[in-house]
């Protein structure tokens, strides 16, 4: 198996990852990075070979010795090396754009101020508990949510744009997980909740789920 990917169970950030990978029919090895043993396995030096930022997802492909982070970058990258599967991008320009904007809504503006390392931040230098941290979680997607459930109106119909699956899904169904995992009442948005219903319906996003991966908790 040529293709390893890097990363954590509950990575939303890997989780996108893994869908775009079973949604491309490509056959890959998980290698987990538990970001809490051992004081994060994400810092020692054996993975900084892989990834100096220190974060997950991490993709090799043990073919072309191929080493890339980012979770964009890695599945606009098999996006394009790989015909098979479901095409994540559109062949327009402005439709493409306008899946990267929706994209980024989620993967940019949203999950980073959720991170693990954020919230390990305001427990560590602010003193915020539990509760503190999902307040600040929540606050934080209420307004990411508010906007993208706008943008949905006008594009929306079984998928975010129309009755095809795209990058834009692939980063959305993360995000509602992490909304709900923190207790943010989605009701509040009911496209966005209908679009990621409707992604669950497919074996690519039901396989990539975090509770169904080897290194699950």
Known sequence: MSLKLYGYWRSSA?????????LKQLDYEIVPVHLVKDGGQQHSEQYLGLNPAELVPTLYDDDEDIILNQSL???EYVDEKYEQGVKLLPAHALERARVRTLALDFAADMQPLG???????????FNQD????????????Q???????????STAADYCF???????????????YNAERFGLDMQQFP????????CMQLDAFKKAQPHLQPDAE
């Open 191 to 198: 496209t966005i909740q209908r679009v990621a219903d409707n």
């Open 14 to 22: 890997t989780y996108r990852v893994r869908i775009a990978l079973n």
């Open 73 to 75: 970058a890695i599945i």
């Open 143 to 153: 307004k990411g949510f508010a906007g993208v459930e706008k943008r949905l109106q």
């Open 162 to 176: 129309g009755f095809d699956v795209t990058l834009a899904d692939v980063c959305l169904v993360p995000q509602v």
């Open 130 to 141: 539990q509760q503190g941290k999902a307040r600040w979680a929540c606050h934080w997607m």
């Open 115 to 125: 991170n693990l390392r954020v919230l390990n931040y305001l427990q560590d230098e």
